[in-house]
């Protein structure tokens, strides 16, 4: 296992040891390609960040890129990935909205918004990318399954993810069935990774993605194949750690 494990009290610390770190590489780099992942565990980060911008950090420089987008929600759709991603960053670290990149979920052909962006992201050059967990492993919209070949493509939520993220919707109905989403081998191209993970309900996902074995079934375990990860967690999230080291 090559991923470094950080444990903090909650998500809160676990947002700003992530933000330090990023906040760091852009003092090194001010222009450098940031990934951005949409959902609940990065809000923390994205606040935090927010913060060290509010003390003098400029991040006006960076690309932003997203992970994923949800396909067939209309533009400006308030739970779109851009959208979330534009509230989360956009005002609060005072960027220009041009330095924010997300496929294109409104696009007439989504195959080709998918090989559009994964070409832009080639030519980029991913400096970090920040990432969740879904409770079945997935990253991005990468469900169990997914070829770790995978670049950027249109893909199908699984049910399961559907109803975790019906939260952000009226009800599970409006939840899109399809994405697109950088894809495995997408990720991995990225020069260091920093996965966050919050809440009991990922314990789970946590431990089978770094004991479990490296497979397809579960997306994350990829991870461990990258040469710079972290990954950061709460108490509760890393609450099997130790119990399946040593199953
Ligand atoms: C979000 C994404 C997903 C989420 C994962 C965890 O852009 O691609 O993989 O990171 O579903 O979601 P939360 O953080 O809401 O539990």
Redesign the pocket.
Known sequence: MTAVVDVTADATAAGEAVAARIAALIRTKPDAVIGV?????PMPVYSALARHVSAGLDASRVTWCA??EYLGLPPRHPQS?RTALEDALIGPLRLDPAALRVPDGTAQDPDQAAEAYEQFLAKAGVDLQI????RNG????NEPGTSFASRTHRARLTES?RK?NARFFSDVASVPHECLTQGVATIMRARSIELIATGEHKAEAVARALYGPVTEQCPASVLRRHPDVRVTLDDAAASLLSRSRTA
């Open positions: 992942a949409t959902g609940s565990s992970l994923d990935y990432l969740g967990i879904g997935h990253i991005g919209f993810t975790a």
